[in-house]
Each structure stands twice: as structure tokens, then as C-alpha cells.
Nanobody, 124 residues
Framework: QVQLVESGGGLVQAGGSLRLSCAAS????????MGWFRQAPGKERDLVAA????????YYADSVKGRFTISRDNSKNTVFLQMNSLKPEDTAVYYC?????????????????WGQGTQVTVSS
């Protein structure tokens, strides 16, 4: 069992940046692979980025590749999503998710634990 709490969302203009954080409870954070998902109104919840439990391997959706960076600090039980060059189509609720796994997990059904989400709005 792990509890996840996202923070760092807000309103920014196109071209701006935000850094999202996901703080996890417990003492086994380094045992979890982590992912960031987003969901816009009327849309499916889709994977944005994922990272292995060690941080040695990452995955990015094509739509954010080169603009977003996922990272983690296992000593602080925290995973980050640095978002640069934001576009209006990035507007969504962003969720972090966790699963006990060795490698990067790229399927929504593969994750067991979810945060409550944080709103990101990008104006044009």
C-alpha cells in the first residue's frame, strides 16, 4: 500500500513551464515503478511518462518527447515531471501512479495505486 499526492499544477501561458511533484508515503518507494498520466475532459486517461524503480530507464509519449522530463529522488520518496514549452493541448488533470515492478510499465492497467490529480491549464 502506498499513498500518492500530486502538487505543482496551475495556469500558465503557452510556452511556459511547470514542475509537478508526486510525494509517496511508506518506506518502500524504491520498489515501485512510477508513471505520470493525464486526462482531459471527454478523453481517456493516457500515459505521459514512466520511470523504472531505479530511475535508469524512462518512457515518454510521442506528444511530449523532448519537452517533458520524468525523474525521481528515492531518498525523498518523490517523482517529478518537468514540463517545458507547454501547449494548450497539454491542458488536463495530471495523475501519478505506482506499481511494484522492476522495469518501466507502459500500460494503464499495470498500475495499482493512483493519486488524486492536479490541474494543469495552458492558455493560448
Amino acid at each position: 500500500q502506498v499513498q500518492l499526492v500530486e502538487s505543482g499544477g496551475g495556469l500558465v501561458q503557452a510556452g511556459g513551464s511547470l514542475r509537478l511533484s508526486c510525494a509517496a508515503s511508506g518506506r518502500a518507494f524504491s520498489s515501485y515503478a512510477m508513471g505520470w498520466f493525464r486526462q482531459a475532459p471527454g478523453k481517456e486517461r493516457d500515459l505521459v511518462a514512466a520511470i523504472s524503480r531505479s530511475g535508469d530507464s524512462t518512457y515518454y509519449a510521442d506528444s511530449v518527447k523532448g519537452r517533458f522530463t520524468i525523474s525521481r529522488d528515492n531518498s525523498k520518496n518523490t517523482v517529478f515531471l518537468q514540463m517545458n514549452s507547454l501547449k494548450p493541448e497539454d491542458t488536463a488533470v495530471y495523475y501519478c501512479a505506482a506499481v511494484r515492478a522492476i522495469v518501466v510499465v507502459t500500460t494503464k492497467g499495470g498500475y495499482d495505486y493512483w493519486g488524486q490529480g492536479t490541474q494543469v491549464t495552458v492558455s493560448s
